[in-house]
């Protein structure tokens, strides 16, 4: 890699003005270059001097750049440039900017380069550039800015990249960057957008300041109409839950009501069972000759006992299982009330609404209110 990367800096001497192999560099790796541009009959003799000054420097530059030494190949490079503005030298500096893991100034001085060489003079030169150019557009965000106001100051990340319209659109690395847009008379407005590689539209509308103080007020005003809502929304639902609370208390009382009289059916089926047992035994052990209306009434008793304890012993179980059922769904529904509501989701978009939506269900019914602005 940095053998092909000399013999393209070899490439780009050669094409500066001077010829001959460069030290240090395999000539057949070298891309084939146009020969040396000679000494104009216009030249002076100082452009002739700054041209082989700006080839030295370049020399140098590419030995540093062999070496590892990017920032120092780098400034070579631009001295060079300052000593003569060959757009063919923007190949280097990008070359090094792309090894200091700067793709946006590598970005920019292939571009440069793209438009200040022919493509004629070195085809496989021009493709490197072309190709390295077109793979850091699709690694960078490019924004472009939509701006209703001419004349206003556009700010990023602090950094001030001119006035409204722009010409070309900002490019910047993936990532978080804030947007500030501002001018005199109208209300500053200021985005902070996450950017992915490619290209963006932003849309920004600046208002006059008394625009903004209306639509301050009218948000001021929806806000304050929100906190009245949720405060009202909050009241009915604290009083629909101590309506449900009482209502459950209600119920669990009945429940326990129920159950008790349940059990206390079943107690007395129990003494009529009691008595059932005695008065057999009574009819078993009575004696010879005891009269006959004595008898009649014992078996009576004993039949009635007996149903009456059968009978008592059902109907109380029905009723006993009834209040059993009834405080089991009044203990589930006291969980249902006191478990905290599901979250809803937030609306996104530019909306300015305030929608109030009823709603009805098991827990009871109530409302929910929506703002969005």
Do not use: C
Request: cysteine-free; glycine content about 10%.
């Amino acid at each position: 890699m940095r053998g092909f990367r000399g013999s393209v800096m070899a490439g780009i001497v050669a094409l500066i003005g001077v010829g001959g192999p460069v030290p240090g560099r395999a000539a057949p790796a070298r891309p084939a270059a146009p020969a040396p541009t000679p000494r104009t009959a216009g030249e002076d003799a100082g452009t002739a001097g700054a041209r082989t000054e700006a080839i030295q420097l370049l020399r140098q530059g590419n030995r540093e750049l062999d070496r590892g030494n990017y920032r120092g190949a780098l400034r070579l490079f631009q001295r060079a440039y300052a000593r003569f503005q060959s757009p063919k030298l923007h190949f280097n500096m990008a070359q090094a900017w792309h090894e200091l893991n700067r793709p946006l100034k590598a970005l920019q001085h292939y571009e440069l380069f793209l438009k200040g060489f022919r493509k004629a003079d070195s085809p496989e030169l021009y493709g490197i550039a072309f190709r390295r150019a077109f793979k850091l557009r699709g690694e960078i965000a490019s924004v472009r800015l939509e701006i209703n106001v001419i004349g206003a100051q556009i700010t990023v990340d602090g950094r001030r990249v001119g006035r409204s319209p722009l010409q070309r659109p900002l490019r910047f690395l993936p990532g978080p960057h804030a947007v500030v847009v501002s001018k005199a008379g109208y209300d500053k407005q200021v985005l902070q957008r996450k950017l992915a590689p490619g290209t963006t539209v932003l849309r920004i509308k600046l208002l006059t300041e008394a625009q903004a103080m209306a639509r301050r007020k009218e948000v001021q005003r929806i806000q304050a109409e929100r906190r009245r809502a949720e405060v009202r929304l909050r009241r009915a639902q604290r009083a629909l839950y101590e309506r449900q609370r009482r209502r459950l208390f209600r119920f669990r009382v009945a429940g326990w009501s129920v159950v008790a009289t349940g059990v206390a059916v079943l107690a007395a089926s129990v003494g009529a069972g009691i008595v059932n047992l005695v008065k057999n035994e009574e009819i078993k052990d009575q004696p010879l000759g005891t009269d006959w209306v004595d008898v009649e009434r014992d078996h009576r008793t004993a039949r009635t006992t007996q149903v009456l304890f059968w009978t008592g012993m059902s109907l109380g179980a029905v009723v006993v299982s009834a209040g059993v059922v009834m405080l089991y769904w009044q203990r589930r529904m006291a969980r249902k009330l006191e478990a905290p509501a599901p979250a809803r989701p937030t609306p996104t978009g530019p909306q300015e609404t305030v929608r109030v939506t009823p709603w009805a269900g098991p827990r009871g019914a109530g409302a929910s209110l929506t703002l969005t602005f």
